[in-house]
């Protein structure tokens, strides 16, 4: 049985015999890129693969054949043409200033001179070096410059909250990459990867000339496992695993083209005795993406079959960022389908698997509520709705709002606002897996929660009212809207209306009917 490659990002180690590891062959993605053009732009979430397609078009530029023996590219790239190849990257450490940023270029160039023999006789190692380098390298070498960049955002992203120092950071990086359009006839191959793609008329200026694949349907497997990778590569690893339930939750990352599995989780889940878990949320949520999130009065449920511009998500902006952007880039949605509006390409998004929804929800509960009083009510949850216990529903909602921080209802009048009430019970069933529809759509208009839970239907509507109010109450609008008419061919249906007092703070009015 073939040994899992873990953590490796470095293609010889993966190719190594003597280690037997599994390796998914990205060859004809590679050689198809190097046959098509000259300059490209890569963005994926991370831990999803980049920087070892990276190393994997390093070594065939350095023309290590035996490496590719079996590989589709095996006998379809002449190996004995050997390039000199620059290697930038940023993934190691976190940078904290500008000045750190600095210090790191100046290792990374002096590194690469090293390595390459030449020198371009400087005592700053900055983009002057970098320009000497490239010339001194295809001099050296009689062969055009390959440049290879990984993560070349992340010195932003170490620092997005602290917008000043992200902004020096992203200016720094923008003079370094502008050298390379300007050394063309130096160059025969440019490949940079991120997490982000960051605006044209900021990061990219003075690069333009790169072709962007990210949502290009012929590289949407260029990173990740696709269905018959796990089939032919893992079939041994994954006997008597419930490939239905594997594909959902780890599967679902879709770039225009087929969906992939994020290859983290499938080496983790294997790894772990085939342990269903939230392996790739557990490598490091940003805290930002949390924080904006909280901060905002983002109605959580929107974020399924969230509509949005092509623009938007594909185009990173520090000055101006954009939660839909943020979370495409970062891989906690991904697109579920294309569509044409008004002759404007637009998007559809979505959670793209159950641990990115459940881990999400879970995490940001954990950060408004309290986590041991969540875990005893998570606990009995799954009763209440089998059994269709309702009035102990109400007794575990009132039980959760209570344990949320004061702080959390004063933020920017967030007492006032409906849509938090239903994000946190919406926030609440998601992190526990449930089946739940946001704005569930009928032909009388829309419900603010279906849940199927075993056959039975429960739909929820809530209001936030004054402790006064005599309006209409939230179980009357179900019923006078017969929101459930949708549902009616299922055996049990309950309406549940949930009116919440912002004075209080608390539930003011729960109320259920049953409709068998």
């Known amino acids: 049985m073939k040994k899992l490659p873990i953590g490796i990002q470095t293609f010889e180690k993966i190719r190594d015999k003597s280690k037997n590891y599994i390796y998914i062959d990205k060859t004809k993605i590679a050689l198809h890129l190097i046959d098509k053009g000259e300059y490209y732009f890569l963005s994926r979430p991370r831990r999803f693969g980049k920087s070892l397609f990276l190393d994997t078009l390093r070594a065939i530029f350095a023309g290590e054949k035996e490496l590719f023996k079996n590989l589709y590219i095996y006998d379809k790239w002449d190996f004995e043409i050997k390039y000199p190849i620059i290697n930038i990257s ?40 970098f320009k000497k380098l490239i010339q001194e390298a295809y001099e050296k070498y009689n062969q055009k410059v390959v440049i290879l960049i990984d993560e070349y955002d992340k010195p932003i992203l170490d620092s997005i909250e602290n917008i000043e120092i992200a902004k020096e950071m992203r200016d720094g990086l923008k003079n370094l990459y502008s050298i390379i359009k300007g050394s063309d006839k130096y160059i025969k191959f440019v490949f940079l990867t991120g997490v982000t793609k960051f605006s044209k008329v900021s990061l990219f200026s003075g690069l333009n000339n790169l072709e962007d694949i990210t949502l290009n349907p012929k590289y949407a497997t260029i990173c990740g496992y696709r269905e018959v990778d796990l089939k032919e590569s893992f079939s041994e690893h994954l006997q008597d695993v419930d490939m239905e339930k594997l594909k959902l939750w780890y599967n679902g990352y879709n770039f225009l083209g087929e ?7 499938i080496l983790l889940f294997i790894e772990n005795q085939k342990l269903f878990d939230n392996y790739w949320f ?63 390409i637009k998007y559809i998004l979505d959670f793209p698997n159950m641990e990115v929804k459940i881990s999400l929800f879970d995490y940001l509960l954990n950060t408004m509520t309290n986590p041991i009083e969540k875990s005893k009510i998570a606990d009995k ?121 912002k004075n209080e703070r608390s539930i003011k009015s729960f109320e259920w009917e049953s409709i068998l």
């Open 381 to 501: 949850i799954y009763d209440i709705f089998e059994e269709a216990n309702l009035n102990e529903l109400e007794f575990t909602l009132k039980s959760l709002f209570s344990s949320i921080a004061y702080q959390n209802f004063t933020n920017n009048y967030i007492e006032n606002y409906e849509g938090f009430y239903a994000s946190v019970v919406y926030a609440y069933l998601a992190s526990l897996g449930l089946e739940i529809i946001a704005e569930d759509v009928t032909n009388k208009g829309r419900i603010d929660l279906t849940l199927n839970f075993e056959e039975k239907i429960y739909i929820f509507e809530f209001k936030v009212v004054e402790l006064d109010s005599n309006k209409n109450s939230a179980l009357n609008q179900i019923k006078d809207r017969k929101y459930y008419e949708k549902y009616i061919n299922y055996k049990e249906v309950y309406l549940i209306g949930v009116e919440f007092s």
């Open 259 to 265: 969906s992939v599995y994020n290859p983290f989780d």
């Open 282 to 344: 557990e490598t490091g949520t940003p805290t930002f993406l949390i924080n904006l999130l909280k901060s905002k009065k983002y109605y959580l449920p929107e974020f399924e079959n969230l509509e949005t511009d092509k623009s938007l998500i594909n185009s990173f902006d520090i000055e101006n960022l954009s939660i839909e952007t943020l979370m495409f880039q970062s891989g906690y949605l991904t697109i579920k389908e294309m569509i044409t509006k008004r002759n404007k």
């Open 90 to 129: 940023f993934t190691d450490g976190v940078l904290k200033s500008k000045k750190d940023l600095d210090e790191m270029i100046s290792d990374i160039l002096i590194e690469n001179e090293k390595r390459l023999k030449v020198n371009c006789d400087s005592d700053v190692y900055d983009r002057r070096c």
